[in-house]
């Protein structure tokens, strides 16, 4: 009996073993014309967005992967669980990149989009993601982020509004105000025109070159270090 469940568990394992990840590309493109808004809705994948200056169109380049599935099994999940369009509605655009999770399965629940997003310097961009790394560079123009997990990488934008469950975030270089909610990770902000505003359930933070105000509502736990702020400081801990 014994020899049987050794040889059960070892088939099991080259079985699983013989398995790829299944990956794929998709590109989707829309004209920008009027456009002044991309909203993006995202699962689990990482994203970046780029700021393009001179560009007519939005573009989006996305890798899917499938874990532990072949061609087949990948495809129908796909096909009946993966939301991924571009589209407009008047001056805004909306992305959605995102897998619906079912009952749990063989190669079925852990799919993942990775999103690369250019826009059209001045684009704002509303951002509600999943879990992820997110990068976003060259807007010059206004960023909402609400993330679950994951690291936060802004720079050479306009306004910053974050709200993170988990995750390092480092802004830097906004020509308007700054404001961060988060849970817990190390938060680095410099380079700031306007005021900054942070309210962190734990993890350092540092904070830097800032033109008006820092308003410090809870710092949690961890060190706060800040240095050359031309407005007030104001902290309640």
């Not at 990948?74 to 008047?90: C, D």
């Not at 959605?96 to 999770?101: G, K, N, Q, T, Y």
């Not at 989009?113 to 060259?138: L, T």
């Not at 469950?165 to 025109?193: E, L, N």
Request: net charge negative; no cysteine; glycine share 12%.
């Amino acid at each position: 009996m014994r020899s049987f469940l050794v040889m059960a568990m070892f088939v099991a394992s080259l079985t699983h073993a013989a398995m790829n990840d299944y990956t794929e590309t998709r590109h989707l493109q829309l004209e920008a014309g009027d456009i002044e808004v991309l909203s993006i809705d995202a699962g689990a994948g990482s994203m970046d967005v780029h700021g393009v200056a001179d560009a007519t169109e939005i573009s989006v380049t996305a890798i899917i992967e499938i874990p532990d599935a072949d061609a087949d099994e990948a495809l129908k999940v796909i096909e009946r669980r993966m939301t991924l369009s571009l589209a407009r509605n008047g001056n805004v655009a909306r992305l959605d990149a995102w897998f619906e999770h079912g009952f749990m399965g063989f190669g079925s629940d852990s799919g993942r989009i990775d999103i690369e997003i250019n826009v059209p310097q001045g684009m704002a961009v509303i951002i509600d993601d999943g879990s992820g790394s997110i990068d976003v560079h060259d807007l010059v123009a206004d960023i909402s982020i609400d993330d679950g997990s994951g690291s936060i990488d802004v720079s050479n934008v306009a306004h910053v509004r974050i709200d993170d469950g988990s995750g390092s975030i480092d802004v830097s270089h906004a020509s308007g105000d700054v404001a961060i909610i988060d849970g817990s990770g190390s938060i680095s902000v410099r380079g700031v025109q306007g005021s900054v505003s942070i309210d962190d359930g734990s993890g350092s933070i540092k904070v830097g070159d800032v033109e008006k105000d820092l308003i410090i509502i809870d710092d949690g736990s961890g060190s706060l270090k800040y240095s050359d702020i031309r407005g007030k400081v104001e902290q309640d801990t």
